[in-house]
């Protein structure tokens, strides 16, 4: 039965070059010398892969010009496909009640209105918003006074550190355009895409059936 020959330290041992092409070995200069550079020509090419120089051009630009309605105002700029709508809203339009979170779909803290219904504007990008209506909680303002989701959400103290309140307050809103009559259940459903860790969420609660029954009031 053949053996897998073993390598021993002195296999590696410097030799008289006409030994070694007479034997075939390898000196141990040699061989780390050839392993150097392998691994050096190894890590050139991991650096110079062409997902590489495509993401260093998407970084670069690429603007394409937009129009977006937020508001009711009319905005046109120029926007990377990449950017996301809370980056234009915030970045762009200067318009920072919209809070950024967990920046993946989960808190809800960056929600707004787009067409009336609820979205995690961290999640859309600001391309997917062209040609519509979006609305944020500057957007809920009657002049300097306050909206009626936000007056019921001040009476029920439906807040604590205040920092997810605003994507709270907008998602109320869209939830009444929604729905006018919801019930507790209804708004327990409604508003469970927003997380609070402060726990405000029985206030949070109240101030949605308060803002209910003071929208059908007229208020």
């Excluded at 090419?45 to 394409?64: C, K, M, Y």
């Excluded at 355009?177 to 409604?190: L, Q, S, W, Y």
Aim: hydrophobic letters at 35%.
């Amino acid at each position: 039965m053949s053996r897998v020959p073993h390598l021993y330290e002195s296999d590696f041992m410097d030799k008289p070059e006409g030994d070694q092409q007479q034997s075939g070995g390898l000196s141990r200069r040699n061989f780390f010398n050839t392993v150097t550079v392998a691994v050096g020509a190894t890590e050139v090419a991991l650096l110079s892969t062409p997902e590489d120089a495509q993401a260093q051009e998407i970084v670069e630009g690429n603007l394409v010009k937009m129009t977006l309605s937020v508001n009711g105002e009319t905005h046109t700029l120029m926007v990377e496909p990449r950017w996301t709508l809370i980056h234009v809203l915030r970045d762009r339009l200067g318009l920072t009640g919209t809070k950024p979170g967990c920046e993946r779909g989960e808190c809800g803290a960056c929600t707004v209105l787009i067409d009336g219904a609820s979205r995690y504007s961290c999640m859309t990008l600001a391309l997917e918003a062209a040609g519509r209506q979006v609305t944020t909680i500057e957007g809920l303002l009657h002049g300097s006074e306050l909206g009626t989701v936000q007056e019921a959400f001040r009476e029920e103290d439906a807040y604590q550190c205040g920092y997810c309140t605003p994507g709270q307050i907008v998602n109320v809103e869209g939830l009444l355009r929604k729905h006018a009559d919801p019930t507790i259940e209804e708004i327990r459903e409604g508003v469970s895409g927003n997380l609070c860790r402060c726990g405000a969420y029985a206030h949070i609660f109240k101030a949605a059936d308060r803002a209910a029954k003071m929208k059908r009031a007229g208020k």
